[in-house]
């Protein structure tokens, strides 16, 4: 099963859950052509969503949660995917993205479920798949592309998680050859 919009920029997506959110950061338009936005139109954030939490259901062993999405959630959603963005970026704060349901299964063992309907449930699904990232240790290595002109998420698979780009051969060689440049002109002033 692909995760729709990472693919898209073909990339290997975080692992477990954590891809979920990933592929949420992943909807925006970037690359070159420019790809669409995922989340613009209803029909096409739809489809986007059927594949995530299909892909979501798959990585995780849970039940896919049927969300319903009308054009109100769409910026919610929108909003929400910039918040996290701004929050992996280091440029915004985290704010209260939803809630969720803490409930004993039969075995005993206390379960988070995403509670919501729409983009609150959407929210909620993040909001499960961020905890259990820190908890497992991974959500530090869910990055945002340094290049402004980018801004595609990324999961840093490097040993020592000091990955900046998500494609050094694509960002960062053109980055680097901009400061280098910009050193040399400055240099010669």
């Known amino acids: 099963m692909a995760w729709p919009a990472s693919a898209r920029y073909r990339m290997d997506v975080a692992p477990a859950g954590l891809g979920f959110v990933h592929d949420l950061l992943n909807t925006i338009p970037a690359g070159r052509p420019r790809t669409r936005d995922l989340l613009a139109e209803v029909e096409d954030a739809r489809p986007w969503l059927d594949e995530a939490l299909a892909s ?15 054009d109100r959630d769409l910026d919610q959603i929108r909003t929400l995917r910039d918040e996290l963005k701004g929050l992996l970026a280091g440029t915004e704060s985290a704010h209260e993205l939803s809630s969720a349901t803490l ?7 206390v379960v988070i479920e995403p509670r ?17 990232a ?14 402004p002109r980018c801004q595609v998420a990324f999961y840093d698979r490097s040993r020592n998680n000091s990955g900046v780009w998500h494609a050094t051969k694509i960002c960062g060689n053109l980055e680097n050859l901009r400061a280098h440049r910009a050193r040399i002109k400055a240099a010669e002033r």
Not at 116 to 132: D, F, H, Q, Y
């Open 56 to 70: 979501w259901a798959t990585e995780t062993g849970r039940q896919r949660p049927e969300v319903t999405l009308a």
């Open 103 to 109: 409930r004993l299964d039969a075995s005993g063992q």
């Open 116 to 132: 919501g309907s729409g983009a609150r449930l959407v929210s909620s699904l993040v909001l499960i798949e961020m905890l259990t």
């Open 134 to 147: 820190q908890q497992a240790d991974t959500w530090r290595r869910l990055k945002v592309c340094r290049n």
